[in-house]
């Protein structure tokens, strides 16, 4: 089992940025394909990034292709979603989570995740 705790969440103005960090408690962190979604008020859960076991192959939604980055630091057990050029759109609750699976670099589907965390909430101002 993994569990994970996402911070850096906040209050930012338009064209700002926010680093969200993901830590995970538990073994063998390297071998969790990790991912980050958002939801807003009476949405679903949308995939915003993936990363692979290695952080060499990554996945980014359309809508923050360009401004966010993920990356992983496996020796610290830490996942992370740099976000530039934050849109008031951007406002939403982030979460991370965790699946250990092989057979594909990422995965993009919230049903296929086991594991999340809290979410962290990201307001962008106008």
């Known amino acids: 089992q993994v569990q994970l705790v996402e911070s850096g969440g906040g209050l930012v103005q338009a064209g700002g940025s926010l680093r969200l960090s993901c830590a995970a408690s538990?073994?063998?962190?390297?071998?969790?394909?990790m991912g980050w979604f958002r939801q807003t008020p009476g949405k679903e859960r949308d995939v915003v990034a993936a990363i692979s076991l290695s952080g060499r192959s990554t996945f980014y939604a359309d809508s923050v292709k360009g401004r966010f980055t993920s990356s992983r630091d496996n020796a610290k057990n830490t996942v992370y979603l740099q976000m530039n050029s934050l849109k008031p759109e951007d406002t939403a609750i982030y979460y991370c989570?965790?699946?250990?699976?092989?057979?594909?670099?990422?995965?993009?589907?919230?049903?296929?995740?086991?594991?999340w965390g809290q979410g962290t909430q990201v307001t962008v101002s106008s």
């Open positions: 538990g073994r063998a962190f390297s071998l969790y394909a």
């Open positions: 989570a965790a699946v250990q699976r092989y057979g594909r670099s990422w995965y993009t589907k919230e049903e296929e995740y086991d594991y």
